[in-house]
Each structure stands twice: as C-alpha cells, then as structure tokens.
C-alpha cells in the first residue's frame, strides 16, 4: 500500500467519524483503527494500490475456484464412467451366465429325455429351465432400465428427470440383483435333480 494511500484512508475515517457528530475518540478506538489499518497496510505489497492489491487477490481466489471445479469435474466424470463400465460388465454377465445355463440345460435335457426313468428329474430340470429363462428376462428388464436411468439423467423427461433417473437406476440394480438370484436358483434346482 503506498504510503499517501494510508494518510488518504486516515484522513478519510476522520471525516466520516466527524459527519457522525463524534467530536472526541477513544485513545482505545483509535489504536484498534490503528491496528485494522497496519493488518490492510500488511496485506498489500509496498508501491501498490489498495484497489489494485485487492483486484489480484481477487483474480487469484477466482482462478482457484475455477480449477478447483474443474477438477471436481473431471473426478465426477471419471466416476461416472467407471460406474457405467461396472454396470455394462454386471448386466453382460447376468445376461451370459443364463443364457449360458439355459442353453447347458437345453441341451442336457435333450440328452436325458432318451433315458428311460427320467421323469422327476425332467421335471426339476425343467423348474431350472425356466429359473434360467427368467434370469435373462431379468436382465433385459436391467437393459431397459438403465436405458430409461440414463434418460432421466440426461434431462429427457422435464422437471421429474433425476427422479426417474433414480428410479431406472434402482430397478436396473435390482433386476441384475434378481437374474443373479435366480441363476444361484436354478443351479440349485439342476444339482438337486441330478441328486
């Protein structure tokens, strides 16, 4: 702060106490006056303005804020992703595992249909099958879902758009939630007609 600036401000707060009608100041109001000056005169750089010192403080403060958000960007996008990737990956999988089963089971069935006495085991067999057919019910149900989640988190459906964002992405959880279940039951209900 240069030094004309202090008996400038100085000059100033004396003149706004005496419109006030004060005629006599404290010697303890003085020196806190005093000690506020010397903490505005030790924030600002010698030989540089008041008004200048605080324009760059301010620019340094905002320039901060801007990277700041910036990098809060860039990790909510990345977490955005990653999410995304880890939600394809758990629908892929449900999808496969019965499908895959389902297919395994077909065939097997086929095989054993032959064999004479293989009625109660067909018929839990045929239980599984349709626990099977049911998991990947289940996640197509989680595809349509996330579909309609990724909708309401794009904006698509007005001022109700985050919570049938929510929504879709509670009910894709719980259908790929569900398609596991049912793979675990299926498989459960295969071993016991084979028992």
């Known amino acids: 702060m240069k030094s004309s600036e202090v008996v400038h401000v100085l000059r100033g707060s004396i003149a706004a106490t005496k419109e006030k009608g004060v005629e006599q100041v404290s010697i303890a109001d003085l ?4 000690e506020r000056l010397e903490e505005v005169v030790e924030k ?7 008004g200048d010192a605080a324009m760059e403080a301010y620019r340094a403060d905002l320039t901060a804020g801007i ?4 990098q809060q960007h860039e990790y ?3 977490m955005l992703r990653s999410v995304i990737t880890v939600g394809q990956f758990a629908l892929k ?8 089963a389902a297919v395994a089971l077909l065939a097997f069935i086929g095989n054993i249909w032959k064999a004479p006495g293989s009625g109660p085991s067909i018929s839990l067999l045929a239980t599984a099958m349709l626990h099977y057919v ?3 019910l289940s996640s197509a149900m989680a595809s349509g879902a996330t579909y309609f989640s990724q909708a309401g988190y794009g904006g698509e459906f007005g001022t109700i758009s985050t919570t049938a964002g929510r929504i879709g992405h509670f009910l894709a959880v719980i ?5 596991y279940f049912l793979f675990g039951r299926g498989s459960w ?5 084979l028992l």
């Open 189 to 193: 209900l295969s071993f016991s007609a």
């Open 76 to 78: 909510n996008l990345e």
């Open 134 to 136: 049911a998991g990947v």
């Open 67 to 70: 990277s700041s958000s910036q």
């Open 175 to 179: 259908f790929v939630f569900w398609a």
């Open 31 to 34: 020196e806190a006056y005093a």
């Open 44 to 50: 600002t750089p010698e030989n540089v303005a008041v």
């Open 93 to 100: 999988s449900s999808l496969l595992i019965n499908g895959g």
